[in-house]
């Protein structure tokens, strides 16, 4: 009877939603209990209009207490879902939060982390608008 | 983690002097603190349909706490002068 979790069932087809393949992501081949525990993944891009991404963002996702966590250490950013697509949905919303107010702000007005956190944005984010 | 739970403990980091504490209400409550005037820190609390236990690791990792640290501080275990020899020692405050 062909595993229904692993790998090769899911990873192939295009647009695969994240939470179909979360099961064997993090238990593959090993298990068909559905796992409390974290796998990696990437933000491609922002889904909006004005910013876009220079790289890709690496992303931890965790669920805990039927509710799905998405964060990237780096830039100390979280957020939380109802599922995969919407923590992530709502990261991009975070990281984006993160670059207006650090910008705002300006340079002179941001302690040591937050210094970092701008420096690793300005890399990150193209601001569409002000180039166009 | 509870509202009242994270406004006890920022209220006590309100009381560390050359602190001001910012607060925004958008999708979540958010917060910014500064210290000598720059930004040194941010944390949010979200009104979802539960509390979530993760979000306290997450609030306590904002303000750099350990999550047994974040109880310890409200009930005034940890010190405000603890808590700043702390945030020096991880480089969180600004020398100016």
């Known amino acids: 009877m062909p595993n229904p979790y692993s790998f090769e069932n899911n990873y192939h087809s295009e647009g695969t939603d ?7 992501l993090v238990f593959s081949n090993t298990s068909y209990r559905k796992p409390y525990s974290a796998f990696s ?5 922002l889904s909006s209009d004005k910013y876009s991404l220079k790289e890709i963002v690496d992303v931890i996702v965790s669920e805990e207490d039927d509710c799905f966590r998405a964060e990237n250490d780096e830039l100390n950013v979280w957020s939380t879902g109802n599922s ?6 709502n990261l991009k919303k975070e990281i984006i939060v993160l670059y207006e107010e ?31 | ?35 000598g005037g720059k930004v040194i820190m941010r944390t949010k609390f979200s009104f979802g349909s539960k509390e979530k236990s993760g979000d306290e690791k997450n609030v306590a990792k904002d303000l750099h706490f350990r ?4 109880a310890l501080y409200a009930r005034c275990t940890i010190s405000n002068e603890k808590y700043l020899e702390n945030l020096r020692i991880k480089n969180i405050l600004s020398d100016s």
């Open chain 1, 41 to 45: 993944t990437y933000l491609y891009d």
């Open chain 1, 84 to 89: 995969v697509k919407e923590a992530l949905s």
């Open chain 2, 67 to 70: 999550v047994d640290e974040l």
């Open chain 1, 102 to 132: 650090l910008e705002e702000v300006g340079e002179s007005g941001l302690g040591p982390k937050p210094l970092v956190w701008r420096g690793l944005l300005k890399d990150l984010i193209k601001n569409e608008i002000s180039r166009t």
């Open chain 1, 18 to 24: 994240l939470e179909s393949i979360w099961p064997s």
């Open chain 2, 1 to 35: 983690m509870k509202f009242r739970e994270l406004n006890a403990i920022l209220n006590k980091i309100a009381t560390v002097e050359s602190v001001i504490i910012e607060q925004r209400r958008t999708d979540h409550y958010r917060y910014t603190i500064r210290y």
